[in-house]
């Protein structure tokens, strides 16, 4: 069931290495050209130590591993009765391709509106680096249509 | 049209309340692009890249990925002020981006303000369709040095 009892509930953490590869692959996704984004020599040139991932990029790592679908998938929740309501970012430090990321993530709160047709639930999500710097923490909201 | 200088600060003074920042035209949304954003995202949700998928869940065809909406916006702003000065960085979901879709980003600065010893500009941000019809509604803190 979707309700205040999963307020609380932590992700596994875990750890990933942001890799220049998919830097490139997400800048093509996202139709991102500028040198600095997807060349290393010109992204030195600009005053990076490598190749800086773009400000959302950091929300697909943790996607990679703790999966929210598959969590509420296992609560019985249909995926395609899913959205994604809001998202958001507070950023401290700049993240750049081989920085590794630890990401720690918890449910923060669910919400139910109209009498249950939705329930909210927010996931609050810590993002450190390989030196133990926090560089952002991701806050996002997914909506679960009722039946 | 020339590259815009993003190493180029902004400061208190340059910016004015009302300014827009220079819009982002996509081009017509594809089927390509969502399945790269799917693998450089990590969010395999067949939603977004199967069409007999999205058919048997109700929906008229596939559609894009939320994120990939905020990438966009993510693109505005970096077009606009170097990352590094980015704060916060925060949208809501309000309605789906279908393929075919011709979207525009667009910006404006709707404050200036004092927070944590720095100053900081508000800006506020949207994705449309070529009706005009909204998509995402967002929100970006961009620190500014004073002088």
């Given at each position: 069931?979707?309700d205040?009892?999963?307020?609380?509930h932590r992700f596994?953490?875990h750890s990933?290495?942001v890799?220049?590869?998919?830097?490139?692959?997400f800048a093509?996704?996202?139709?991102?050209?500028r040198?600095e984004?997807?060349?290393?020599?010109?992204?030195?040139?600009?005053?990076?130590?490598?190749?800086?991932?773009?400000p959302?990029?950091?929300?697909?790592?943790?996607?990679?591993?703790?999966?929210?679908?598959?969590?509420?998938?296992g609560?019985g929740?249909?995926?395609?009765?899913?959205?994604?309501?809001?998202?958001?970012?507070?950023?401290?430090?700049?993240?750049?391709?081989?920085d590794r990321?630890?990401?720690?993530?918890?449910?923060e709160?669910?919400l139910?509106?109209?009498?249950?047709?939705?329930?909210?639930i927010v996931?609050?999500t810590?993002?450190?680096?390989?030196?133990?710097?926090r560089?952002?923490?991701v806050?996002?909201?997914?909506?679960v249509?009722?039946? | 049209?020339?590259?815009?200088?993003?190493?180029?600060?902004?400061?208190?003074?340059s910016v004015?309340?009302?300014?827009?920042?220079?819009?982002l035209?996509?081009p017509?949304l594809?089927?390509?692009?969502l399945?790269?954003?799917a693998?450089?995202?990590?969010d395999?949700?067949?939603?977004?890249?199967?069409?007999?998928?999205?058919?048997?869940?109700?929906m008229?065809?596939v559609f894009?990925h939320?994120?990939?909406s905020?990438a966009?916006?993510?693109?505005l702003?970096?077009?606009?002020a170097?990352?590094r000065?980015?704060?916060?960085?925060?949208?809501?979901?309000?309605?789906i981006?279908?393929v075919?879709?011709?979207i525009v980003?667009?910006?404006?600065?709707?404050d200036?303000l004092?927070?944590?010893?720095?100053t900081l500009?508000?800006v506020?941000?949207?994705?449309?369709?070529?009706k005009?019809?909204v998509?995402l509604t967002?929100?970006?803190f961009?620190?500014v040095?004073?002088?």
């Amino acid at each position: 069931m979707l309700d205040q009892k999963l307020i609380g509930h932590r992700f596994p953490t875990h750890s990933a290495v942001v890799e220049a590869g998919r830097l490139r692959l997400f800048a093509k996704a996202t139709g991102e050209t500028r040198p600095e984004y997807v060349d290393e020599h010109a992204a030195r040139a600009a005053g990076h130590p490598s190749l800086p991932a773009p400000p959302t990029f950091s929300a697909c790592l943790y996607l990679d591993h703790s999966d929210i679908f598959g969590w509420l998938g296992g609560l019985g929740v249909d995926v395609s009765r899913i959205l994604h309501g809001s998202q958001s970012f507070r950023y401290f430090a700049q993240v750049y391709a081989g920085d590794r990321l630890t990401f720690s993530s918890r449910i923060e709160d669910v919400l139910s509106k109209r009498g249950g047709a939705l329930v909210f639930i927010v996931r609050e999500t810590d993002v450190d680096n390989q030196a133990g710097v926090r560089v952002a923490e991701v806050r996002s909201t997914i909506i679960v249509k009722g039946k | 049209m020339t590259r815009p200088d993003t190493t180029m600060k902004l400061t208190y003074d340059s910016v004015n309340i009302g300014d827009t920042l220079p819009p982002l035209e996509l081009p017509p949304l594809s089927r390509a692009t969502l399945a790269l954003y799917a693998g450089a995202s990590g969010d395999h949700n067949p939603m977004h890249i199967d069409t007999d998928f999205a058919r048997a869940a109700g929906m008229p065809d596939v559609f894009a990925h939320g994120m990939l909406s905020m990438a966009w916006l993510g693109r505005l702003l970096t077009n606009w002020a170097p990352q590094r000065d980015l704060r916060e960085f925060s949208v809501r979901f309000s309605a789906i981006t279908y393929v075919g879709e011709r979207i525009v980003c667009n910006g404006r600065v709707a404050d200036k303000l004092e927070r944590d010893g720095e100053t900081l500009i508000r800006v506020v941000m949207t994705t449309a369709n070529e009706k005009g019809e909204v998509k995402l509604t967002g929100e970006a803190f961009i620190a500014v040095q004073r002088q």
